[in-house]
């Protein structure tokens, strides 16, 4: 099996990212059963710069350092730490060391949306707030179906524009 080991110049971007990430879940609105945010960006860089396995360690760390840092309603919960590192991990298998291609957005977004955000996280919140699982899902469905189609053109603009000054280059 390969070692995978970072530089410290990789692991200071990894840092980097951590905190952009952190920064970038922290601004959302919406109940918690229909939060809308842009920690999806900071997920999905962090699968593009470092893959499946470095991005979803960065994703499990970043969600435990908000924890730390700000807490979060109802306390902590594993739960939602999983489903960041599985949302990294999956964005890392699509993006990592691969051209930028529409078709990667948009089975990469459709992915995280089924797993990660209808199926987990609806689980999580019945756990957590004791919700009915059939109508949190009935009431999260309606907000994925639309919020996906957002999060592809912003993780497009974002990684176009990331191409184009060639940072990929520079870690």
Same mark, same amino acid.
């Given at each position: 099996?390969?070692?995978?080991? %970072? $530089? *410290?110049?990789? &692991?200071? +971007?990894?840092? /980097?990212?951590?905190? =952009?990430?952190?920064?970038?879940?922290?601004?959302?609105?919406?109940?918690?059963?229909?939060?809308?945010?842009?920690?999806?960006?900071? %997920? $999905? *860089?962090?699968? &593009?710069? +470092?893959?499946? /396995?470095?991005?979803? =360690?960065?994703?499990?760390?970043?969600?435990?350092?908000?924890?730390?840092?700000?807490?979060?309603?109802?306390?902590?919960?594993?739960?939602?730490? *999983?489903?960041?590192?599985?949302?990294?991990? /999956?964005?890392?298998?699509?993006?990592?060391?691969?051209?930028?291609?529409?078709?990667?957005?948009?089975?990469?977004?459709?992915?995280?949306?089924?797993?990660?955000?209808?199926?987990?996280?609806?689980?999580?919140?019945?756990?957590?707030?004791?919700?009915?699982?059939?109508?949190?899902?009935?009431?999260?469905?309606?907000?994925?179906?639309?919020?996906?189609?957002?999060?592809?053109?912003?993780?497009?603009?974002?990684?176009?524009?990331?191409?184009?000054?060639?940072?990929?280059?520079?870690?």
């Amino acid at each position: 099996m390969k070692k995978t080991k %970072l $530089s *410290l110049k990789r &692991l200071v +971007f990894l840092a /980097i990212l951590v905190a =952009i990430n952190i920064i970038l879940q922290k601004i959302s609105f919406g109940p918690a059963y229909l939060k809308v945010g842009l920690g999806f960006i900071g %997920l $999905s *860089l962090l699968g &593009l710069y +470092f893959g499946p /396995i470095w991005g979803s =360690i960065g994703a499990g760390i970043s969600d435990l350092a908000m924890s730390a840092l700000f807490g979060v309603e109802g306390g902590f919960f594993p739960g939602f730490t *999983l489903s960041a590192m599985l949302a990294a991990g /999956i964005y890392g298998c699509f993006f990592y060391k691969k051209p930028l291609k529409i078709w990667r957005i948009v089975v990469a977004t459709i992915l995280v949306t089924i797993i990660v955000n209808i199926c987990l996280n609806t689980y999580w919140l019945h756990l957590l707030y004791g919700l009915n699982l059939k109508a949190a899902f009935t009431q999260r469905i309606i907000k994925e179906a639309i919020v996906p189609w957002i999060q592809m053109i912003i993780i497009y603009l974002v990684f176009d524009a990331l191409q184009r000054v060639k940072i990929v280059n520079k870690f």
